[in-house]
């Protein structure tokens, strides 16, 4: 069981010292986490008792325990640190967080002046926002959507303090909290949420069984390639274009040992009917606190059978329309031939094709995309409609492509 633990995972670890924001890479179940660190010099401390603790949240709920640091990959900036094996359930977080990508402007606060940069949100709560940007930052920023993906909602600068940054190649992973004396600011986000929540569990529905694609490999058996020699192993971190960690591989049930250089592997496995598949440079084997293999990527994962077009999960209120009605609604995911309408009401099932208006166009467009509709279903309360978007050199669709495309740019983690 691994208690709620995913890839990318939020992780404060609160010691003596006092908390450190960090992320989950990886873990064995029962053994260890693989979390990062601003320097694998940092360790935990005695705080109470030598009780030291650590914190995440996920699905809504927020888990706490005691953590001890077991040992540290440098090469990597990683902490290996205990598994938790005490973990408590405190319940539900204060500000519930939805993973959706939406498309952003930045600016610094102080001047009110011109854009400083763009970027793309990830993930936001009622009290603060995950987002991504190719501009280097400083303690504040303000946010405002490109896009106005809600007619119902006013769109106006809002004040954020960044609370913790994470450079990745040449971009910027920012966590940033609301400024707490922003009430008009905050009222205009709480605004926007509510407007999605109707749509929440269809969406998670929605992303969760996009992760299969994406897959979370932790956990899985792998099979390892120097030159002709095949090797077992099983993934236990992973980072996509930087590194994984594998358990030392085994030929005919004994380890593997390096000897010399850097050695180029090729690691494949098999998850749900497809195969993935990466190279990569060993950089060093452990032996303490546990035997195992960290590599540095040279290709990002790929595997077969995935569709051509990555799916993009995001939000943008939205109306189907179709002969004798117009049926409101939002749509969910986008990609770059069509999207993933969903409505509280009905959609007749002999409808083949229709017009999709969405928000981003405007209050006042009235350009619309011709689609054609290739499934519906209903789940939790909602129809669910799977739209391809038909191919013609419309207004629409150059709006909509562009904004497909500013997606794009950012959604590569």
Avoid at 45 to 56: A, C, E, L, T, V
Avoid at 102 to 125: C, F, Q
Avoid at 355 to 363: A, E, H, Y
Wanted: hydrophobic share 35%; net charge neutral.
């Amino acid at each position: 069981m691994n208690e709620g633990l995913q890839l990318g995972l939020e992780l404060m670890l609160d010691s003596n010292d006092g908390k450190v924001m960090s992320a989950v890479r990886g873990w064995r179940n029962s053994a260890y986490i693989l979390a990062e660190a601003p320097n694998v010099n940092w360790c935990i401390k005695s705080k109470y008792d030598g009780m030291n603790i650590g914190r995440y949240s996920n699905n809504g709920k927020s888990y706490g325990f005691s953590i001890e640091t077991l040992g540290a990959f440098p090469e990597l900036g990683l902490l290996v640190v205990r598994y938790p094996t005490d973990a408590v359930i405190s319940g539900y977080r204060a500000n519930e967080r939805y993973s959706f990508s939406m498309n952003v402007i930045l600016r610094d606060p102080e001047s009110k002046g011109t854009a400083k940069g763009t970027g793309m949100i990830m993930d936001m709560s009622s009290g603060g926002v995950k987002f991504i940007s190719d501009i280097e930052l400083g303690q504040n920023v303000s946010l405002l959507l490109s896009n106005y993906y809600c007619r119902t909602v006013k769109n106006e600068w809002m004040d954020y303090k960044i609370v913790r940054v994470e450079k990745v190649g040449n971009y910027y992973i920012y966590g940033a909290s609301m400024n707490p004396h922003g009430g008009n600011q905050k009222s205009i986000w709480i605004d926007l949420i509510d407007a999605f929540r109707p749509y929440y569990e269809p969406h998670k529905l929605l992303v969760d069984s996009d992760r299969i694609d994406d897959m979370d490999p932790v956990g899985c058996p792998c099979h390892v390639h120097i030159g002709k020699l095949e090797m077992l192993s099983t993934i236990r971190g992973f980072k996509q274009d930087r590194y994984a960690i594998i358990d030392v591989p085994t030929i005919n049930n004994q380890p593997a040992i390096i000897v010399g250089g850097k050695e180029e592997v090729i690691v494949r496995l098999h998850n749900k009917g497809k195969v993935y598949g990466f190279t990569a440079n060993v950089l060093k084997q452990y032996t303490t606190p546990f035997p195992v293999w960290t590599l540095g990527l040279s290709s990002k994962m790929e595997s077969h059978g995935l569709r051509q077009a990555k799916r993009i999960a995001t939000f943008t209120e939205a109306d189907l329309l179709i002969p004798g009605d117009v049926i409101g609604g939002a749509v969910l995911d986008a990609s770059e031939g069509g999207i993933k309408f969903a409505t509280r009401s009905g959609v007749p099932d002999n409808v083949k094709y229709c017009k999709i208006w969405l928000s981003l166009f405007g209050d006042s467009s009235r350009e619309a995309l011709n689609c054609k509709i290739q499934n519906l279903y209903k789940s939790m309360g909602h129809t669910l409609v799977g739209i391809s978007i038909l191919e013609e050199d419309s207004v629409a669709n150059r709006v909509f492509r562009s904004f497909y495309k500013s997606l794009s740019r950012w959604s590569i983690f």
